[in-house]
């Protein structure tokens, strides 16, 4: 199948590491011209270094911190002037802390919202009028399986991010008519650096070793394993791309069938 995203412009946020990389990585080797964010300079160039010697593409760094409010509308404006307009926003960031529910004050609340909700709000509403312009424009949010099955102990998440669903759904009826496609994925245990960190931390705590802590969280799905980030990547890009036109309003679980309801 052709997704049809030769020369498509895309801007990824987040996308130094992880599911983010991912994505970008995907799109740039279906040939689409992308710009890729993160909140570290460094950190950014070295991923785009390595993005670039794997794939012969268009590639620009926007750094940036996306929990601050001026950012989001830079970073819509650097793609837009770097790839001369947009047809792709993805919007991804690092997730909020984990810990029980009163292990959190008042500006750690303040804050996970800034990076888990008001993020995507912003970014969308700088991208809309250049996202008009597009002939095939779409919008991926990218959320977690915890809206569907909250996680034990990360109730910032847990919370916040359903009102990201919200918003995805909402716009894909409210502006779905002038042709802009919204989507959600919603991730589970992904094999990312960020989940690698996180089971190191577990071992260590535990005093168990790394791959024994990801079998026994990757116990609880029933493909017995986490997920690839390519995998997710797959998933993503499709749903990016105008090969999935009609699909819109969709939250997806990438999740290797973790989440047990039947909606
Ligand atoms: P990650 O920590 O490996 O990567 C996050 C990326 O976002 C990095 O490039 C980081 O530099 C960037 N980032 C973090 N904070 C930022 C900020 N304030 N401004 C700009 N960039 C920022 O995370 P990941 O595992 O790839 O996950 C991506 C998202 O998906 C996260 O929100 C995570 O909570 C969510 N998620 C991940 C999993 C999983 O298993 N990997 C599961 C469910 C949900």
Redesign the pocket.
């Known amino acids: 199948m052709d997704l049809q995203l030769d020369g498509k412009r895309a801007l990824v946020?987040?996308?130094?590491?992880?599911?983010?990389?991912?994505t970008a990585r995907q799109l740039a080797s279906e040939g689409a011209r992308v710009a890729i964010?993160?909140?570290?300079k460094d950190?950014?160039e070295v991923?785009a270094k390595t993005l670039k010697e794997e794939i012969e593409c268009e590639l620009h760094t926007l750094?940036?911190?996306?929990?601050?409010q001026d950012?989001p509308a830079k970073l819509v404006a650097g793609a837009v002037q770097a790839l001369g307009g947009l047809d792709i926003l993805v919007t991804?960031?690092?997730?909020?802390p984990s810990g029980p529910f009163e292990s959190f004050d008042e500006p750690t609340w303040q804050k996970a919202i800034d990076?888990?909700f008001l993020?995507h709000v912003r970014l969308i509403r700088a991208a809309l009028p250049h996202l008009r312009k597009s002939s095939s424009a779409s919008v991926l949010t990218?959320?977690?399986?915890?809206v569907k099955q909250p996680?034990p102990n990360l109730v910032l998440?847990n919370s916040i991010?359903a009102a990201t669903i919200g918003l995805t759904k909402t716009l894909a009826l409210e502006i779905g008519s002038e042709g802009i496609r919204f989507n959600s994925i919603?991730?589970?245990?992904?094999?990312?650096?960020?989940?690698y960190?996180l089971m190191s931390q577990r071992a260590e705590q535990k005093g168990t070793n790394v791959e024994d802590e990801i079998q026994a969280q990757s116990d609880g799905s029933p493909m017995g394993r986490?997920?690839k980030?390519e995998e997710?990547a797959n998933a993503a890009v499709f749903l990016v791309s105008p090969a999935a036109s009609y699909i819109t309003g969709v939250m997806l679980p990438v999740d290797g069938g973790m989440y047990k309801g039947t909606l």
């Open positions: 946020t987040g996308a130094s590491r992880g599911l983010g990389y991912a964010n993160s909140r570290s950190k950014l991923a750094p940036g911190d996306l929990t601050e950012t991804n960031a690092g997730g909020p990076l888990s993020s990218i959320t977690s399986v915890s996680i998440s991010r919603l991730p589970s245990w992904t094999e990312t650096e960020r989940v960190e986490m997920g980030p997710f």
